[in-house]
């Protein structure tokens, strides 16, 4: 095994600089704020005990994404096995926040899939390309195209249905 | 999805234009006449309204994280290492299991089994017996000792 890197000091600064990214990312993903934070611990320990060259922020930022991506969608097969996630996602607790937001956010993001979950956020939040969209996401850089627009024509779809849609200024 | 995919080449200026928070009065037309970009700026500018607001909570402390690494780091080592060291034992039981075949094999094959009934009858030879029942006490003993390691 591959000795630690980087190191203590090395990794506090990376953490404190991505893990509120990525929780938000999990959080947002998952729909459940008990699961998001298990996952991010173990999107970080993965990432310390990887294999990997050394890498900088935004080369580390997004090999955070990719774990933590891989690590949604094995919590989601398992959870698919037993047939609980959607409930799970519906009726979980959540942290405090603006009440009429969260509960706006919870309900037009639990009408998409994880998959397109990730893709706006990577693609809208992030504003990352479709190249590292792929990368993260391990798909073709030239499904990502279409994914993305599926996903976002849906978004836009239930924005618009539930009066979420914001002002364009003139 | 039957919906033809279209993509404005403005695109990118209003993800920039939604970052930054202004929108010119150039792009504010373009917007209300392109029905691409407003699909983009009303998504781009409500997820990232999300993201701003979205309380994450406490999150653990890098301590821990890197503590937590450390302690499976050194589990997964020696599990590492264990599983090196009972390779020969493992190579050593499967050839025993191996060797027991193959002498019930040739037990048989020089007792001389010319059809099914004549083998059955030769199980009533203590001999023969013996060496089947060892042969496969064997097996089904590393058969299961597989299994237990495995799970």
Not at chain 1, 7 to 18: P, W
Not at chain 1, 31 to 57: C, F, I, K
Not at chain 2, 62 to 74: C, P, S, T, Y
Request: with cysteine; charged share 30%.
């Amino acid at each position: 095994m591959p000795p630690l890197a980087p190191n203590e000091a090395e990794f506090r600064d990376i953490y404190e600089r991505t893990a509120p990214r990525i929780a938000a990312y999990l959080r947002r993903v998952t729909g459940a704020a008990d699961w998001s934070e298990d996952l991010l611990q173990d999107t970080y320990v993965r990432y310390l005990n990887a294999d990997r060259p050394p890498m900088d922020e935004r080369q580390s930022l997004s090999y955070l994404y990719r774990i933590a991506t891989n690590l949604v969608y094995d919590r989601w097969r398992s959870m698919r096995r037993e047939t609980e996630w959607e409930q799970v996602a519906r009726v979980e607790e959540t942290p405090p926040e603006p009440v009429g937001l969260r509960r706006d956010v919870e309900q037009a993001l639990a009408r998409l899939s994880p998959r397109e979950r990730a893709l706006v956020w990577l693609a809208y939040v992030e504003g990352y390309p479709h190249k590292d969209i792929a990368r993260v996401l391990e798909v073709k850089d030239r499904s990502v195209r279409v994914l993305l627009f599926r996903a976002r024509r849906k978004l836009a779809k239930i924005l618009e249905e539930s009066g979420l849609t914001p002002e364009v200024q003139e | 999805m039957s919906e033809r995919m279209r993509a404005c080449p403005r695109e990118g200026e209003v993800l920039a234009a939604v970052a930054a928070g202004t929108q010119g009065t150039d792009l504010g037309r373009h917007l209300s006449d392109c029905p691409e970009c407003r699909e983009v700026f009303a998504v781009s500018a409500w997820l990232q309204g999300v993201a701003r607001e979205t309380d994450v909570g406490a999150l653990p402390r890098a301590e821990r994280v890197w503590w937590r690494a450390q302690v499976e780091r050194r589990l997964a080592t020696r599990h590492e290492l264990a599983e090196r060291a009972a390779r020969p034992i493992r190579w050593f039981e499967r050839g025993a299991a191996a060797a027991v075949a193959l002498i019930a094999s040739a037990i048989l094959w020089e007792q001389g089994v010319p059809t099914a009934s004549a083998a059955l009858a030769r199980l009533s030879d203590p001999t023969t017996l013996g060496a089947l029942t060892a042969a496969l006490m064997t097996l089904a003993g590393l058969a299961a000792r597989e299994a237990v390691r495995k799970s």
